[in-house]
């Protein structure tokens, strides 16, 4: 019943910038958070920036103050702003949405299909 489209990754040379995004669709009362979480080759996937509906962040300590998370709430729209990339990001990226569906209210946690993002030297 909910969706998530994700866009924005693909390849980058060292030092550019990205900025992945990812709407949320269907019936949804409301989010408690979004965010992205890498999973690497061989890697388990873990959570790289997560906004809360509060408007509090959280980043992997590594890479806070060159990515930036915001949310525009009257999209359902989460973005993440990658900046001054290097090739230690390249991994796949997958927007995770945990809302209350409507009527009901029951919370779910929903997954995009993933996007890779490629940092070459």
């Known amino acids: 019943q909910v969706q998530l489209v994700e866009s924005g990754g693909g390849s980058v040379q060292a030092g550019g910038s990205l900025r992945l995004s990812c709407t949320a669709s269907g019936s949804i009362f409301s989010i408690h958070a979004m965010g992205w979480y890498r999973q690497a080759p061989g890697k388990q996937r873990e959570l790289f920036a997560l906004i809360i509906s509060g408007g509090n962040t959280n980043y992997a300590d590594s890479v806070e103050g060159r990515f930036t998370i915001s949310i525009e709430n009257s999209k359902n729209t989460v973005k993440l702003q990658m900046n001054i990339l290097k090739p230690e990001v390249t991994a796949d990226y997958y927007c995770?949405?945990?809302?209350?569906?409507?009527?009901?209210?029951?919370?779910?946690?929903?997954w995009g299909q993933g996007i890779q993002v490629t940092v070459s030297s």
């Open positions: 995770q949405s945990y809302v209350a569906l409507l009527r009901t209210m029951s919370q779910y946690r929903y």
